[in-house]
């Protein structure tokens, strides 16, 4: 398999948190150019700072991490009266829900995260593969300033909206609700799209018979994945609506580019709700091609969970364990 040259758009939280890692630990398949982070789980300080601290876990202080945009394009608030919970509801108030790095060493990049995309996708003498697990405010940005961009992109794996209902409100799942305008500007946009929805990512819960596994890989690694992860699992935890664990949303992209051969697919018209009621945000994916339009995605709608964290749990395996005593 030749391998991927990948940006990670992210905003670490839990489940990119565990994304970047599985990537991180596939250096046979993806060659991650980059880590662009963006507002969404937290605030934009933390999620930067987020992304820096695993890189340095996973013994890749070399690895560059771009600061990308704060807010969504529009946030009158108007939407936060549809909602009864933020991001760090869910990941807890560091984005990271247990797990206690340390600051981190490894220097932020000065360069924003959009003129990086700019800069890079149109100076790669190849195309290069987008996977974003945040709003796409960067992303929309970024195409709206400088829209050759778009040729220079393999595909856009964008881990967001849902065929049936949402999580932040009943409409809307959390990415495309915080920014809904950038998500209809990429929808948009004309660039390959594969998109992995709720109905997907919500199959992918952690258990505490899992997390065992984990933590018997006895790695720092292993044991920060514990400590974000078990998060989920205290009494107090404040869970997404129809779910048991804590779902490993993310992770299913870096997944999906290893192997494809987990999931199940469609080709469809996907539009995204810019209105300012409830609809906010939502993605209507025409899966019956009831309206007869060109598809827009290719949209995600089934996963082998076996076979998914068979190989999260084989790639997790491969960051070095504690030296024995
Ligand atoms: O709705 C789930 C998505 O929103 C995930 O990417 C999670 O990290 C949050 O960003
Ligand atoms: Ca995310």
Same mark, same amino acid.
């Given at each position: 398999m030749k391998k991927i040259p990948l940006?990670?758009?992210?905003?670490? *939280?839990?489940?990119?948190? $565990?994304?970047?890692?599985?990537?991180?630990?596939?250096?046979?398949?993806?060659?991650?150019? *980059?880590?662009?982070?963006? $507002?969404?789980?937290?605030?934009i300080e933390q999620t930067e700072q987020n992304a820096r601290r695993i890189c340095e876990l996973a013994g890749r202080p070399d690895m560059k991490v771009y600061r990308g945009c704060p807010r969504s394009f529009f946030d009158f608030g108007f939407r936060s009266s549809f909602t009864d919970y933020v991001g760090s509801d869910i990941h807890g108030e560091t984005g990271l829900g247990g797990c206690k790095l340390p600051p981190p060493t490894l220097p932020l990049q000065s360069q924003n995260a959009v003129n990086y995309f700019i800069e890079t996708l149109l100076n790669s003498p190849t195309k290069i593969t987008i996977a974003a697990s945040g709003c796409l405010t960067n992303l929309a940005c970024a195409f709206i300033m400088e829209p050759r961009i778009k040729e220079k992109i393999e595909k856009l794996v964008i881990m967001g909206g849902s065929i049936g209902i949402g999580n932040i409100t009943p409409a809307a799942e959390f990415n495309f609700y915080t920014d809904p305008q950038a998500a209809y500007v990429v929808f948009t946009s004309g660039v390959p799209i594969v998109m992995i929805g709720l109905d997907t990512t919500r199959k992918t819960q952690t258990s505490e018979k899992w997390l065992a596994e984990i933590e018997a890989l006895g790695s720092p690694v292993s044991q920060a994945v514990i400590d974000m992860l078990s998060y989920y699992h205290r009494p107090d935890a404040f869970l997404e609506v129809g779910v048991s664990g804590g779902v490993l949303h993310d992770p299913n992209i870096i997944a999906y580019l290893i192997k494809p051969e987990l999931y199940k697919v469609r080709e469809a018209y996907v539009e995204i709700d810019i209105s300012s009621t409830v609809l906010a945000g939502r993605s209507t994916v025409d899966w019956h091609g009831k309206l007869g339009r060109k598809p827009t995605a290719t949209v995600v709608n089934e996963v082998d969970v076996k076979g998914f964290f068979a190989l999260l749990t084989e790639r997790l395996q491969r960051y070095t364990a504690y030296k024995k005593a």
């Open positions: 940006i990670m758009d992210c905003d670490p *939280g839990l489940d990119d948190a $565990v994304a970047i890692l599985l990537a991180l630990a596939s250096l046979d398949e993806i060659n991650l150019l *980059g880590i662009t982070t963006v $507002v969404g789980n937290c605030p």
